[in-house]
């Protein structure tokens, strides 16, 4: 093998941890992975719902994605509206390749399928585990962790994997910054239960001026509405009567990544490395591209790459989801009146369409060159 046999720990088991541990393993490596948390997200609180066909590529060689297929509800229309006018639609089954460009279920569902594939290899995520601190130099860290019972681990991986969400515990143990900004507005969601099953297979965004209400499926009988507005729940479009509010929350978008993705054999991935708007349904995805790359390049024994293969991918995302989010929350109501006039001519040209089409499906960041005929 030519990255020989490695200790490695991950930090994190969310998507982008339990990804990694799996590539790992399904390339002949034995991770361990830690969590502070309890368990996987909670199934009513999954903050990602998009899976797409980047993912679906990346997860197929462990078989994941065939587990996804059989529960995802597939995304065959995108369409944005102004009142009662259709701005534009647009059908995502227009992007080809073996996977549909995008595809929904709950993060904490794609968690419990990955956790679920871990289990046949017999590794497990440690949950409430902690990670206290890094000590000793980043090319030979060693790690003092706080086991559920409350006694004091140290161990000293040759590769330690920093999967630990925006407030990486690894990544401030590294003494990587994390510059960016946020944005001013806040956003607030909310997921509607119906009492009976409801369209699961489109989205949409109704364009308020100013602001916005997106509809998102969740399942075959809920909805997220996620808005700039904080009043948006009076203003929801409900398929029917008899909705009832089963989460809500809101929060700030900020967008921040990192200079470099790894310092020495300490390495970032997902939230820990970069954050941005929900825009486009890249979050996850992007964390469990980085998951796969990292593991394959550890495996090849050319880590040292990671960083300059992944960072602009990273910057290439996060200005497609500063742009999206920009066009849906400006507040100029000239800007407002050119944006509704103007989008739909522009969608309506094929290079505009098709590219704005590959990053709904992921496919603007680089193929994984381990996988024959990835696009």
């Given at each position: 093998m030519p990255g020989g046999h490695r200790d490695i720990?991950?930090?994190g088991a969310g998507a982008t941890g339990l990804t990694a541990a799996l590539e790992l393993?399904?390339?002949?490596?034995r991770p361990r992975i830690i969590d502070s948390d309890a368990g996987p997200v909670p199934l009513v609180e999954s903050r990602a719902l998009g899976i797409n066909a980047r993912t679906m590529t990346l997860l197929s060689p462990s078989r994941v994605s065939d587990v996804i297929q059989q529960v995802a509800f597939r995304v065959d229309r995108l369409r944005a509206r102004s009142g009662e006018r259709i701005l534009f639609e647009i059908d995502p089954g227009r992007v080809t390749g073996k996977f549909h460009a995008m595809q929904i279920l709950a993060q904490g569902h794609t968690e419990r399928l990955l956790i679920s594939k871990l289990s046949d290899y017999e590794v497990e995520p440690e949950w409430q585990t902690v990670l206290e601190r890094v000590e000793g130099s980043m090319e030979k860290p060693i790690v003092v962790l706080r086991r559920p019972d409350g006694t004091?681990?140290?161990?000293?991986?040759?590769i330690l994997i920093g999967a630990d969400g925006a407030h990486s515990a690894v990544r401030k143990a590294a003494g990587l910054g994390f510059p960016g900004q946020a944005l001013e507005a806040s956003f607030y969601l909310a997921d509607y239960q119906y009492p009976q099953p409801v369209d699961p297979h489109y989205v949409e965004i109704e364009l308020v001026d100013p602001g916005m209400i997106g509809r998102l499926p969740v399942s075959s009988d809920t909805v997220r509405y996620l808005s700039t507005l904080p009043d948006f729940e009076k203003r929801i479009r409900h398929p029917m009567p008899g909705g009832q509010a089963?989460?809500?929350?809101?929060f700030r978008i900020h967008f921040r990544h990192v200079e470099k993705?790894?310092?020495?054999?300490?390495?970032?991935?997902g939230d820990a490395a970069h954050i941005h708007s929900p825009a486009g349904a890249r979050g996850m995805n992007l964390g469990i591209e980085d998951a796969c790359w990292l593991a394959y390049l550890i495996s090849e024994g050319r880590e040292q790459e990671y960083s300059a293969r992944r960072i602009p991918a990273v910057k290439t995302v996060l200005k497609q989801t500063y742009g999206l989010t920009s066009m849906v929350t400006m507040r100029?109501?000239?800007a407002t009146k050119l944006r509704n006039m103007l989008a739909p001519l522009a969608v309506r040209i094929p290079f505009v369409a098709n590219r704005l089409l590959r990053g709904v499906a992921g496919y603007d960041t680089p193929p994984p060159p381990w996988i024959d005929g990835a696009q």
């Open positions: 720990l991950i930090v393993i399904r390339r002949g490596h004091a681990e140290e161990v000293a991986p040759d089963v989460w809500v929350s809101n993705m790894s310092v020495g054999n300490v390495f970032l991935a100029n109501p000239v």
